[in-house]
T-cell receptor, first 117, second 115 residues
Framework: GAGVSQSPSNKVTEKGKDVELRCDPI?????LYWYRQSLGQGLEFLIY????????KSGLPSDRFSAERTGGSVSTLTIQRTQQEDSAVYLCASSPRRRVLNTGELFFGEGSRLTVL | TQLLEQSPQFLSIQEGENLTVYCNSS?????LQWYRQEPGEGPVLLVTVVTGGEVKKLKRLTFQFGDARKDSSLHITAAQPGDTGLYLC???????????????FGQGTILTVHP
């Protein structure tokens, strides 16, 4: 498809297990972002990738969270030893470089809803 | 501390009424966007404003960027049930630096328009 694709759409896991969330950005978009959204709330920035530059990891809440982006395209967000407070919707967004430099508009996927029991 | 304060947090109105949502900050933004999000979906961009004092209209929606680029408002005229959703403001901080590509989001306004 033409939009940002995220998988899985829903993930239920047990406390202490690791999870991986995948994001496939819009083709040609050099910037990729991960945000976290708690129920009905605003978005919390997690991490930002731009081309081959070092990622901005300033929003990752703990060292249990990590993300990588392979080949400048697909990204994986990994949460190790999940806790109940990690339950949220994890949103991925992408943007073309010229938008990032100018207005910063984002194109979002539908999100991955994570529930930690 | 929330960098972008959005108000009100909840808004429940009848079809045909007007409403305004506010987004305020003490920081200057080089641009500000408004997004709308429906349940189970990601936010969708409605508008971007970049110039202080700028006003943009999108059908029944009017967006304004403050003169000092620290605040914005979204006004909906004659609200419809289809306007129901979560409205989010998001700003790109002026000055670049390490946060150059990062948007800061408000907490969101949950709007419910009853038929």
């Amino acid at each position: 498809g033409a939009g940002v694709s995220q998988s899985p759409s829903n993930k239920v896991t047990e406390k202490g297990k690791d999870v991986e969330l995948r994001c496939d950005p819009i083709s040609g978009h050099t910037a990729l972002y991960w945000y976290r959204q708690s129920l009905g709330q605003g978005l919390e920035f997690l991490i930002y990738f731009q081309g081959n530059s070092a990622p901005d990891k300033s929003g990752l809440p703990s060292d249990r969270f990590s993300a990588e982006r392979t080949g400048g395209s697909v990204s994986t967000l990994t949460i190790q030893r999940t806790q109940q407070e990690d339950s949220a919707v994890y949103l991925c967004a992408s943007s073309p470089r010229r938008r990032v430099l100018n207005t910063g508009e984002l194109f979002f996927g539908e999100g991955s809803r994570l529930t930690v029991l | 501390t929330q960098l972008l304060e959005q108000s009100p947090q909840f808004l429940s109105i009848q079809e045909g009424e007007n409403l305004t949502v506010y987004c305020n900050s003490s920081s200057v933004f080089s641009s500000l966007q408004w997004y709308r999000q429906e349940p189970g979906e990601g936010p969708v961009l409605l508008v971007t404003v970049v110039t202080g004092g700028e006003v943009k209209k999108l059908k029944r929606l009017t967006f304004q960027f403050g003169d000092a680029r620290k605040d914005s408002s979204l006004h909906i005229t004659a609200a419809q049930p289809g306007d129901t959703g979560l409205y989010l403001c998001a700003g790109k901080l002026d000055g670049g630096g390490t946060s150059y590509g990062k948007l800061t989001f408000g907490q969101g306004t949950i709007l419910t328009v009853h038929p």
